[in-house]
């Protein structure tokens, strides 16, 4: 456990002790499936049982298709469960809400408003102080390192610097966890790159619990302690894998190569031998 | 051309080192000049490529004043009877009487001000109908089969009807003109409202919006610009619908000026109410243009 974890836990009270040991998000024996018309239905995904400890960084990878997005929908409470539950601190989620912030894949910034009033409007229904909000926008603007673009319009920036914003505006609110969709799936190899150290160092910086969904493994490895790997059609857990490397993290750092290419020839070994081509599919 | 090619090599020689950066530089940009020059030149009839601003208005210009020369060209030589085309130096004559007396004036007034209202009234049903159509599908199942029944018929058809109604006044165009646009505008306001991105109500929830709220902060902020442009389109066919409302009956207006002049073969106000009418319209094309841009800073692409 980490040493934040821990001052928290004491911080927290009794009343509170038992939501803390246990865990951030709980996925039971989850389905999800698709009415495509009064016969035909289909099973996005099954038997899925998922569980993050606080301040946990999770990785789920695997083929497009294979619901993994859906997967995050559902945490997010963008969908509903055909069977199962999702509980957050040990609450059963009924919808969606500020408690799970999400990025998509998609540039989802408002255009109508500039960086910091993207920021802003996450803090639009909390009952901080004008000047607190202020000063927490101010905060994660100089963490994704875009002050001088504080007043600019979505339409002015890169495709980077939207994401960036977009992870800066769903982490304002503090949720408890968050949800990112293939937040780099839309950028070319260099900014993808750049993205992930950036946000190796903003997690380092505020420590949340992550589910990240993404098809490039060698992304996953570098970012998460743990990695689901799942297979499609119908989507489930194929195996669960830890990463026993140590932070912080860096791309450029060569002691990790090795664990990673292991890792990383042992997942692929397992997506492939999934794949229903090899099977005659 | 000779010139530049001789002269540097003469400095080179007399200045070493320091001089041969500046002059290569200096030969660089002329070289680059010319070629400039030759290419955007030649891509004045590219496919999709952008022109000078100046050239692009002298356009327009060009073939206005090309239309303007046809007209004095036919009527001077008498090719077109007087009667059938008035000479442009009569239209003048005829703004200049009209616009002493006041007649001008009047009409306008009166048009606009039916326009306006009429406008408005279509446009005051129009739109929280159209966000609610575009937003629920049940209401667009409670709305649709009868808008588009009714769209289908003719606002002309209903001239008649109106004036059975509710008399020649003001009223009745009130009514043809929202007949005219109304059924179109509220659909147009739907597929505004339709085309807001999804992930931007995905994400509206994640950050712990209600509905109501993503409604108004997101869904119609972001549906505005578009919503705009609809306007500055409807209010263009309410033109349309108005002067035919005015040919039809009434007692003022541009278009009752239009009618009365064919009776008394007064061409040339019939020309000049014409003018007039396209004039307004492109005022109102420009305002609502303009505002845009007023409004909505961040469509814009600069830097």
């Known amino acids: 456990m980490h040493l934040k974890s821990v001052t928290t836990f004491f911080s927290l009270g009794k009343k509170n002790l038992n939501k803390v040991i246990n865990m951030c998000v709980t996925l039971k024996n989850v389905l999800k499936i698709y009415d495509i018309d009064d016969h ?26 294979c619901g993994k997005s859906t997967l995050l929908k559902l945490i997010a409470g963008l969908e ?12 059963i989620i009924t919808g969606p809400g500020s408690d799970r912030g999400m990025v998509f894949q998609s540039y989802t910034l408002f255009p109508w408003l500039t960086v910091a009033e993207n920021i802003g409007f996450a803090l639009k229904k909390s009952k901080l102080s004008k000047k607190s909000k202020k000063e927490r926008i101010l ?42 969709d293939e937040p780099f799936g839309a950028l ?43 297979t499609s059609s119908p989507g489930r857990i194929k195996k669960v894998l830890n990463v026993n490397l140590d932070r912080p993290r860096s791309i450029f750092n060569a002691q990790m190569h090795d664990v990673t290419n292991k890792l990383e020839s042992k997942i692929l070994k397992i997506l492939y031998d999934e794949n229903p081509m090899i099977h005659g599919g | 051309m000779k010139i530049r090619q001789t002269k540097p090599p003469s400095k080179d020689k007399t200045s070493e080192g320091g001089g041969f950066k500046q002059h290569t530089a200096s030969r660089h940009e002329v070289l680059y000049n010319n070629k400039f020059q030759i290419k955007r030149r030649i891509k004045l009839f590219e496919i999709y490529n952008d022109v000078p ?39 003048f004559v005829e703004l200049f009487k009209e616009t002493k007396n006041g007649v001008l004036w009047i009409d306008i007034k009166a048009s606009c001000y039916r326009i306006l209202i009429g406008w408005l009234i279509s446009t005051i049903f129009a739109l929280p109908i159209g966000i609610l159509m575009g937003c629920f599908r049940l209401f667009e199942g409670l709305f649709e089969p009868l808008i588009d029944v009714i769209r289908y018929m003719p606002a002309v058809a209903f001239i008649p009807l109106t004036i059975l109604w509710l008399g020649v006044g ?43 709220e993503i409604l108004w902060h997101v869904i119609l902020r972001s549906a505005l ?28 207006g541009l278009g009752y000026r239009i009618m009365r002049a064919q009776r008394f073969l007064q061409t040339d106000v019939i020309i000049l109410s014409l003018f007039v009418m396209g004039v307004l319209g492109l005022v109102t094309d420009y305002a609502f243009k303009i505002s845009y841009n007023f409004l909505f800073p961040w469509k814009k692409k600069s830097q």
């Not at chain 1, 509903?80 to 609450?91: A, Y």
């Not at chain 2, 705009?228 to 009434?250: K, M, N, P």
């Open chain 2, 225 to 252: 610009p578009k919503i705009w442009d609809t306007f500055r389109i409807t209010i263009g066919w309410a033109w349309t619908y108005l002067v035919l409302a005015e040919l039809v009956a009434a007692d003022s």
């Open chain 2, 170 to 212: 003001d009223v009745q165009k009130f009514a043809i003109i929202f007949i005219g646009t109304f059924f179109q505008e509220v659909l147009m306001i739907m597929d505004n409202v339709k085309s807001v991105p999804r992930e931007y109500i995905h994400v509206s929830y994640t950050l712990g919006l209600k509905k109501w």
């Open chain 1, 40 to 65: 035909n239905k289909l099973h996005v995904i099954q038997d899925i049982n998922i569980e993050v400890a606080k301040n946990e960084f999770i990785s789920i990878v695997g083929p497009s298709g």
């Open chain 2, 53 to 91: 601003v100046h050239i692009y208005f002298l356009a327009g210009i060009f073939l206005m004043c090309l239309l303007i020369l046809i007209w004095i060209f036919l009527t001077e030589k008498g090719v077109v009877g007087e009667i059938f085309l008035p000479k442009p130096k009569d239209v």
């Open chain 1, 80 to 91: 509903e469960v055909t069977c199962g539950s999702i509980e957050i601190c040990g609450k």
């Open chain 1, 188 to 230: 070319d190899a260099q900014t993808r790159m750049f993205m992930q150290e950036l946000l190796l160092k903003i997690w380092d910086l505020n420590r949340t619990t992550v589910l990240f969904v993404t098809h490039d493994v060698e992304e996953a490895i570098l970012l998460s302690d743990r990695i689901y790997v799942m």
């Open chain 1, 139 to 180: 905060k994660y603007i100089a963490q994704i390192g875009l002050k001088e673009f504080k007043d600019a319009y979505p339409n002015q920036l890169s495709g980077g610097m939207r994401q960036r914003v977009a992870i800066a505006r769903a982490m304002a609110l503090k949720p408890k966890v968050l949800l990112m």
